[in-house]
């Protein structure tokens, strides 16, 4: 924020005399940017291990991996309006212990797959009515709620197994229109929330709230509304995660998945979202989820000693959020 | 361009590490390994003198009703939410016994001691404990044996001289030993395989690898042991883990192990949706609900664990016998209710018996 | 005056939870006649000293308008690293305590390097130095323990001086201290002025990126001291350790009070918000609750708390 003057003037704008590049960089320079490291792993781990780019390990990296993508849209929108929710891991798994649950009991397994949503929504429009109107900020809220969801959980499931699943519960497993689910439901729902986002007028306030609360106030925008709008909206998408999180596999085990609350809100904040509050986009959350998976599959392709990996996460936080920073003070002096 | 440059610089200075990476690391721990004869003979056992510590100053309880905990590495996963079943199976049989099971919602060395801090305090006859960490919970434990309260650990031990006595599941080198033979009569004996684990930082699992490691060695020398990665107790990290080890070894993986009641299904079904059931052999520890619909489909052969029900029913009767003065330094064997009479090994150990293997035809009457 | 009016809400809240605190030891008391002895007391004491070193350091963090996520993982490196500088680089104790202590606080100042100078908010820089430090132990230790360490060592995390345990002390000095500067010092004013307004408190000449600076190195030095009580405690090392920390650490620092916006908090409220949080935990547990149901209590006081405080405060903004 301070002494980057001699910068500006000394970088001249990336792809000047191109008003398209110039359009692209500055609107999606995040994503352009993840987007570059995803390929450039692509290619180099592929140099390496032909195997790599097999149409099977492209399958794991992307389906396995769509419901962190699914899970980080909702909470990038979360970002974006100045929340945050810390209990989104916590409260997949209490969604999809009580989804196979439906399943195994005999339910239609739409019902199955419905009621993880409609749960999540009802679960975190109290949130979101404890943090609008109850003026509970969102970190303490969901730090509450998250002990309450793993609590509960714990006390009483015990973390059972739920293992008679029938197979036409496993939606996560079918392939339509030739595309593995997840990988279809992941691609649809980033491009139908980057367009509401973007072009909707709801979308739009969200960004107002985050990025200036009193001008949002003053345009006339019930930011206590959206509020828990956005955290309904958020639970929604926690839910359609826990379909495909719950359905990938054959078994079920109702416990809190480890730390995945961690690596959604890592997916969103790389993404490009919110790191000076109020920007980012859906595209970039995911593209983010993509390149963890990248990583991780890499990491076994190349045999490095996965004693460091979370060390280079961390640094990859780390770069990509000060190259962004770095960035944005050159577009915008 | 600079801020371009930089994650795609790190992107490459991790694909670097490749050039000198050391040989695939295979998960075990340091210490000594004592692998088991090739053959089914049983190994000849050196007798230890005692080696448990004492509770100091403890009431005559015999025959008394003794309030116990039960404090496992965490609560909320099958596996123990099965031990503390036989346990409370086990009080309810004796009668003289009221047990509680209470455990930490992860595998966290601090909030296990905080609670057998809690208990001991609150003025129990007995603990029962299986030790997220064996050095770090022994102060607290010592703390335990100070205040008169019987301690008898089961499924992971601790130091010695911080229990009286410790109720073993299967020896490690067993263990090993019936995994390693399991999957070279499933892959053969110049398959390759990998393996799949919790986390390097898991004293059983790390302790089952090196064991593992040794017997291959010694008697199954041309199998190939090709890494072994980390994939928490999260059964969809477990799922695309396995998956990217079949993805990236093709033909050439015959078979996976996995060593956590997480991994073993998730690999399971990671070779049932990649379409290499029957070329790809799932052998591991799981518990039989979890494994059924791998049973059912053909796919997995049979899965090794001893049977946590009995582990707990055996603890808690360790834990009596511990009480009464019945099992006291010098004993050789103890009277465990249904399983009978359990031996005494290492000195202080009660060893539960073989590990049991489970399949499709014994899977179903197991509800764990 | 509005500042009036803002000290008139700080004490509030903390009235309400010495209320609650009170309230929780006197039911608690009744549910088990071994909670409230001097020997439990002074345990407990013993078993939240590393919460609270972090979390009195946390409180000049919050009330700065900053969090710092990656306390539990410098706590971790810490103690790894006094394993491997005392055991494989055969440092004598004290010195290899305090090295390992020095690059704590280094991480501290790193953290406070990355937000201070070049303005990456602190949720996201911590959030990236708490999986980086978290590797590092990860990395060195090779998921190696050292333990075996000289008795006197233990003194410092399971010994006591005329009856108390030791580590109680070294958190009441800390918390003595940290009091003082907060509550006495310009320094201290200074950072209640960044959380409330750091637009303002530039302008008003204060150095807001020193003072950043300062409070994060502050972080990560008690979070490096509670490494070495935890050690000494534990008489082990693992590179999991003070994992999930940061979060018990920031229920107790806003639970007592401290907005998580900044501009208000107190070291006495954190105090109050630890020993909440900490005879929950054993007076639960003593009754007969479960870790599990002792877990859905906490999350319920926190919201409860925070939501009554709001209710009652009179500084009525409808939203922050």
Redesign the interface.
């Known amino acids: 924020?301070?002494a980057t003057t001699d910068d500006t003037q000394a970088a001249p704008l990336?792809g000047k005399g191109n008003a398209f590049i110039r359009y692209a960089y500055r609107s999606y320079?995040q994503e352009?940017?993840?987007l570059?490291?995803i390929l450039?792993?692509f290619v180099?781990?592929g140099l390496?291990?032909p195997?790599?780019l097999?149409f099977?390990?492209l399958n794991?990296i992307f389906a396995?991996?769509a419901?962190i993508a699914v899970a980080a849209i909702g909470m990038s929108m979360l970002i974006i309006t100045g929340q945050?929710d810390?209990s989104v891991g916590a409260l997949i798994g209490v969604l999809a212990t009580i989804s196979g649950t439906l399943a195994v009991s005999g339910y239609p397994v739409w019902l199955a797959w419905l009621m993880p949503v409609v749960i999540g929504m009802a679960i975190n429009a109290v949130v979101g009515i404890?943090v609008?109107y109850?003026?509970?900020?969102s970190?303490?809220?969901t730090?509450?709620?998250?002990?309450?969801l793993?609590?509960?959980?714990?006390?009483v499931?015990?973390?059972?197994?739920i293992?008679?699943?029938p197979p036409d519960f496993l939606l996560a497993?079918r392939v339509m229109l030739g595309v593995p689910f997840p990988i279809l439901a992941m691609i649809v729902l980033t491009v139908f929330a980057s367009v509401w986002l973007k072009y909707s007028a709801l979308g739009r306030s969200l960004y107002a709230i985050g990025g200036n609360?009193e001008a949002a106030l003053a345009a006339g925008i019930r930011?206590?509304r959206r509020i828990v709008m956005v955290f309904t909206i958020h639970g929604a998408f926690a839910g359609l995660a826990t379909i495909l999180?719950a359905t990938?596999?054959?078994?079920?085990?109702s416990?809190?998945?480890?730390?995945l609350e961690?690596t959604i809100?890592?997916a969103a904040?790389i993404g490009g979202v919110?790191?000076?509050?109020g920007t980012g986009t859906v595209i970039g959350s995911t593209l983010a989820a993509i390149l963890f998976?990248t990583?991780?599959?890499?990491?076994?392709?190349?045999?490095?000693?996965?004693?460091?990996?979370?060390?280079?996460?961390?640094?990859?936080?780390?770069?990509?959020?000060?190259?962004?920073?770095?960035?944005r003070r050159?577009v915008w002096g | 361009?600079?801020?371009?440059v930089?994650?795609?610089f790190?992107?490459?200075s991790?694909?670097t590490?490749?050039s000198y990476?050391?040989?695939?690391?295979t998960g075990a721990d340091d210490q000594p390994t004592n692998p088991l004869a090739c053959d089914a003979s049983p190994a000849d056992v050196a007798s230890k003198p005692y080696d448990g510590g004492a509770a100091v100053d403890a009431p005559n309880r015999k025959g008394k009703t003794l309030k116990a905990v039960d404090i496992p590495k965490l609560?909320?996963?099958?596996y123990?939410?099965a031990t503390s079943k036989g346990i409370a199976e086990a009080a309810k049989e004796m009668g003289t016994m009221d047990v509680k099971t209470d455990g930490p919602?992860?595998a966290n060395i601090d909030d296990q001691i905080t609670l057998i801090d809690n208990y001991t305090t609150s003025g129990v006859d007995g603990i029962l404990y299986a030790a997220n960490d064996p050095v770090a919970i022994a102060p607290i434990l010592k703390k335990a044996l100070a205040a008169g309260i019987n301690v008898v650990g089961y499924d992971a031990n601790s130091s010695p001289d911080s229990r009286q006595w410790f109720v073993n599941q299967a020896e490690f080198n067993g263990v090993a030993k019936s995994l390693i033979d399991t999957l070279s009569k499933e892959i053969g004996e110049d398959g390759a395989f990998a393996i799949v684990t919790s986390t390097?930082t898991t004293p059983n699992q790390a302790r089952w690898i090196a064991e593992m490691s040794a017997y291959q060695a010694k008697c199954h020398p041309k199998m190939k042991w090709l890494?072994t990665?980390?994939a928490?107790?999260?059964?969809?990290l477990s799922?695309?883990?396995a998956?990217?080890?079949?993805?990236?070894y093709?033909p050439d993986l015959k078979g996976i192990v996995g060593m956590t009641s997480?991994a073993t299904?998730?690999a399971a079904?990671a070779i049932?949706?990649?379409g290499k059931c029957g070329s790809i052999s799932v052998v591991g520890l799981a518990?039989p609900?979890?494994m059924?619909?791998?049973f059912a489909s053909g796919c997995v052969k049979s899965a090794i664990l001893w049977n946590p029900v009995d582990l707990g029913y055996a603890a808690a009767y360790v834990l009596r016998a511990t009480a009464d003065g019945d099992l006291k330094p010098g004993s050789k064997s103890v009277k465990a209710g249904k399983l009978g009479e359990l031996k005494v090994i290492n000195g202080s150990e009660i060893l539960l018996g073989a590990p049991f293997v489970f399949n499709k035809e014994n899977a179903s009457s197991f509800d764990f | 005056m509005a500042s009036f009016a803002h000290i008139r809400s700080l004490t509030r809240h903390e009235t309400i939870l010495a209320m609650v605190v009170v309230f929780a030891l006197v039911a608690l008391s009744a549910q088990s006649d071994r909670f409230f002895t001097v020997a439990n007391l002074l345990n407990q004491g013993r078993l939240m000293t590393e919460v609270g070193l972090v979390a009195v350091a946390m409180t000049f963090v919050i009330a700065s308008g900053g969090?710092d996520l990656s306390v539990g993982s410098i706590m971790g490196l810490t103690a790894i690293l006094i394993g491997v500088f005392w055991h494989n680089f055969g440092i004598s104790l004290p010195v290899a305590a305090a090295l390992a202590v020095g690059v704590g606080t280094l991480g501290g100042f790193v953290n406070g390097l990355?937000i201070a100078r070049?303005?990456?908010?602190p949720?996201?820089?911590t959030?990236?130095?708490?999986?980086?430090?978290?590797?590092?132990a990860?990395?060195i230790s090779?998921?190696r323990s050292v333990g075996g360490y000289p008795d006197w060592f233990y003194l410092l995390g399971q010994g006591q001086i005329n009856g108390l345990p030791t580590q109680l002390l070294v958190l009441f000095i800390f918390a003595i201290t940290a009091t003082i500067i907060l509550s006495c010092t310009v320094w201290g004013r200074t950072v209640y002025a960044v959380g409330s307004n750091e637009i303002a408190a530039r302008f008003s000449g204060l150095s807001v990126?020193r003072s950043k600076l300062a409070i994060y190195t502050a972080s990560g030095f008690a979070a490096a001291i509670a490494g070495v009580i935890f050690v000494s405690r534990v008489s082990t090392t693992r590179s999991d350790m003070g994992t999930g920390l940061e979060?018990d650490a920031?229920?107790a620092v806003?639970l007592g009070g401290t907005?998580?916006?900044g501009g208000k908090g107190t070291i006495v409220g954190t105090i109050l918000g630890l020993i909440l949080i900490q005879s929950l935990k054993n007076g639960l547990s003593l009754a007969g609750v479960?870790g599990?149901?002792?877990?859905?209590v906490?999350?319920?006081v926190?919201?409860v708390t925070?939501?009554l405080s709001?209710i009652f405060s009179r500084d009525g903004f409808?939203?922050?």
């Open positions: 924020m301070t990336p320079g352009l940017t993840i570059c490291a450039i792993m180099s781990v390496y291990s195997r790599f097999s099977d390990n794991s396995g991996n419901y945050i810390v404890l609008a109850g003026r509970i900020p970190i303490i809220a730090l509450g709620m998250l002990s309450v793993k609590g509960g959980l714990v006390s499931t015990g973390g059972a197994w293992s008679n699943l497993q609360r930011i206590q999180f990938q596999l054959q078994v079920i085990q416990t809190v998945p480890p730390n961690l809100i890592t904040v919110s790191v000076l509050g998976a990583i991780g599959s890499a990491l076994i392709f190349t045999n490095v000693s996965a004693y460091w990996l979370r060390a280079v996460i961390g640094l990859l936080i780390l770069i990509t959020v000060l190259a962004d920073m770095m960035r050159k | 361009m600079l801020i371009k930089l994650p795609t790190l992107s490459l991790l694909l590490g490749v990476a050391a040989p695939a690391w609560v909320g996963i099958g123990f939410t919602t992860k390097f890494e990665v980390e928490q107790e999260d059964n969809i799922f695309n883990q998956k990217t080890l079949i993805n990236k093709g997480v299904p998730a079904d049932t949706q990649s518990t609900n979890a059924k619909p791998y | 969090i990355i070049c303005g990456v908010p949720l996201i820089a959030l990236g130095t708490l999986a980086l430090y978290r590797g590092l990860e990395g090779q998921a990126e979060l920031i229920t806003v907005s998580i916006f479960r599990d149901g002792t877990i859905v906490i999350g319920a926190l919201i925070i939501l709001n409808p939203e922050h």
